[in-house]
């Protein structure tokens, strides 16, 4: 298996922003990753939320909130980088997370166990996910969604990641 980090969505704790403890259960699946990804790495993700008080009602909506990209340079030294995908998935996660880079990218949460309640072999619907470790021979992938570390494997790898080349809705 190629990680990033060692760790077991078994025993994974959380950071406490996403504990049972706090005020307020959602924030966005975005940012949630951020969170615990920046936790996982030993970083401390508060440093970088005062961006949350910049968020403004523009007519008809809110403003979307994500980490700026500059925030996470300046404060944790991450250069991150958009990919283009070119060859299967499942090659580039491999070939990312071997150099020890994460890969945020938009799964099929129908596909994802962790949304077992919701979406989980309900309904397509995308979310964002950061692959954090990939065993191609064995079809398992660790990776941070919400407010925690999960794993899928089998039939859940092989669609998500579409290696048996079947395009899905």
């Not at 920046?38 to 970088?48: K, M, T, V």
């Not at 958009?82 to 945020?104: C, F, K, M, T, Y």
Request: aromatic fraction near 14%.
């Amino acid at each position: 298996m190629k990680q990033i980090f060692p760790i077991d969505a078994t025993c994974y704790e959380r950071h406490r922003i996403h504990t049972q403890e706090r005020n307020w259960a959602e924030t966005n699946c975005y940012v949630d990753v951020w969170i615990e990804l920046l936790h996982a790495w030993g970083f401390e993700p508060i440093a970088a939320l005062p961006f949350t008080v910049g968020i403004d009602f523009e007519g008809d909506q809110w403003t979307f909130f994500k980490f700026p990209l500059s925030d996470l340079r300046e404060l944790y030294g991450l250069d991150v980088n958009e990919l283009a995908l070119w060859r299967p998935i499942a090659s580039h996660l491999d070939e990312q997370i071997e150099r020890g880079n994460p890969v945020l990218i938009e799964l099929d949460s129908y596909y994802l166990p962790d949304t077992m309640g919701t979406a989980y072999q309900r309904e397509h619907v995308k979310t964002t996910v950061a692959a954090v470790q990939l065993d191609v021979a064995n079809q398992r992938l660790g990776y941070f969604h919400g407010q925690g570390f999960y794993e899928l494997s089998g039939d859940d790898f092989v669609n998500v990641l579409r290696t048996n080349g079947v395009s899905h809705p």
